[in-house]
């Protein structure tokens, strides 16, 4: 059966600081990956998505980048941390052609 | 731009009544609507879904009705629980980009006993 993990679960960063968030999915092959950040009052906001190694679209102009070094690897990352940047971060997958998405657990970034 | 939009940012029930959830489209080429649940610290998982071609899908205690002329999509729960108090996103997809949902700003469902 397919799996997603995405880690820390929590973190605390300092404004101006780098991050890194990283996301796998197994069982599964070639997934259709994605980012999305659900801010405080907000809905769930696509960041980014990606439909294979090193293809990378960009939704929400912003702070943040995303990479897929691997097939089952997305990474979302900053050079500098901004407090606007605070939220719960979420990676999903898909199998494509509509189907529904199976969602991480998330990580909690408050950025101080 | 919200091209998915939940009106009311929570809703109180009491257990065993129903609970309806709304949510409002204003993309006409969306062709697939879904509805997730998600727990405080949780990830949102899938609940139920509908195709544009239909107008109703039961699964168990959740029916999910969808209005296309009115652009509507309501969430019935019969008979709400406990367990149920959760947020609850609406979801939509275009037929010209299968890869992407579009979610909803969410709904704060509390059953209360």
């Known amino acids: 059966s397919q799996t997603i993990h995405q880690w820390p679960a929590t973190l605390v960063q300092p404004v101006g600081s780098p991050l890194s968030l990283e996301c796998t999915v197994e069982g599964t092959s070639n997934p259709n990956l994605y980012w999305y950040r659900q801010a405080a009052g907000r809905g769930l906001q696509l960041l980014f998505y990606s439909v294979g190694i090193g293809q990378i679209s960009s939704e929400v102009p912003q702070n943040l980048s995303a990479s897929r070094p691997q097939d089952r690897q997305f990474i979302l990352s900053s050079k500098k941390l901004l407090l606007s940047d605070s939220g719960f971060y979420l990676c999903?997958?898909?199998?494509?052609?509509?189907?529904?998405?199976?969602f991480g657990s998330g990580t909690r970034l408050t950025v101080v | 731009d919200q091209q998915v939009k939940q009106n009311s940012p929570s809703l109180s029930v009491q257990e065993g009544r129903i609970s309806i959830l709304n949510c409002d489209y204003t993309?006409?080429?969306?062709?697939?609507f879904l509805w997730y649940k998600k727990y405080p610290a949780e990830g949102p998982t899938f609940l139920i879904s509908?195709?544009?071609?239909?107008d109703k899908n039961e699964d168990g205690r959740f029916t999910v009705f969808l209005n296309k002329s009115a652009k509507h999509l309501s969430l019935h729960i019969v008979p709400s629980q406990p367990g149920d108090s959760a947020v609850y996103f609406c979801?939509?997809?275009?037929?010209?980009?299968?890869?992407?949902?579009?979610f909803g700003t969410g709904t704060r469902l509390q059953v209360f006993p």
């Open positions: 509908i195709s544009s071609i239909k």
């Open positions: 979801a939509a997809k275009d037929w010209r980009d299968t890869d992407k949902l579009i």
């Open positions: 999903a997958w898909s199998a494509g052609q509509g189907v529904g998405y199976t």
């Open positions: 993309n006409s080429m969306f062709d697939y």
